[in-house]
């Protein structure tokens, strides 16, 4: 495990590189550990692909920013000794979210399948075939970013961003495939969209996912799209 100051009052904590299931095993196993020493001063634990980061209240320990950081990396070393190499949780939460695909609500999806070389029907089948990974929560509250994207399906995001993508939006880019948790601008290609809403700020969990579960997409119909309550 590496151990890097963020900025005066968080560490970032590596424990592998890429994205890939066994790494990201390690990551929540950490997280868990983290969590459940509760330590004083510890205010958040962000797990994302092969980091934790951990975010601290430097009050809580020895004055100095190097101080601080040294206390809290002593604590997480503490916290490495139990194993994390554990096979990666069977018990995923696992999250259906239909997704109208094509149309006026999937704008790229042309140019998806002239890069993969497949209908619109193919690319939506082959999108909606398969688990995919939730690696990180980020860019903006409540946007998942997943791994598992087919190998035939990957596809550079666009060369221009748009200003603004509409909540829900079905995306690819690069290895990956997310969706739009809010209105923003945005660069993926845009193949679909899902009438559910991943970012609720007034409800307990204002994020509908989390790093660790699993989303599966299921193809719906216009009609189905534009009636769902």
């Not at 958040?44 to 809580?60: G, K, N, Q, R, S």
């Not at 060369?159 to 909540?167: L, N, Q, S």
């Amino acid at each position: 495990m590496k151990l890097e100051p963020l900025g005066d009052s968080a560490a970032v904590a590596t424990l592998g590189s890429g994205i890939d299931e066994g790494t990201m095993a390690a990551v929540l196993e950490f997280t868990q550990t983290v969590l459940g020493a509760a330590k004083p001063g510890i205010i958040d634990v962000v797990p994302a692909y092969a980091t934790v980061t951990v975010f601290y209240d430097p009050l809580h320990f020895p004055s100095g920013s190097a101080d601080s950081f040294d206390a809290v990396s002593r604590f997480l070393q503490s916290c490495s000794s139990r194993p994390t190499n554990a096979p990666f949780h069977s018990d995923s939460r696992i999250t259906e979210l239909p997704v109208y695909y094509g149309g006026d609500h999937g704008p790229d999806m042309a140019v998806v399948a002239e890069h993969c070389g497949m209908s619109a029907e193919d690319v939506a089948a082959l999108h909606a075939s398969g688990d995919y990974l939730v690696y990180a929560i980020g860019f903006t509250p409540g946007f998942p970013y997943l791994g598992g994207l087919p190998k035939a399906l990957q596809t550079p995001r666009r060369d221009t961003p748009r200003a603004r993508v509409p909540a829900g939006s079905v995306g690819i880019g690069g290895v990956q495939t997310g969706v739009y948790s809010v209105e923003s601008p945005g660069g993926w290609q845009i193949i679909g969209r899902t009438p559910v809403r991943l970012f609720r700020p007034l409800e307990r969990q204002a994020a509908l996912l989390r790093p660790g579960d699993k989303v599966r997409f299921r193809p719906i119909s216009k009609a189905e799209f534009e009636s769902w309550k």
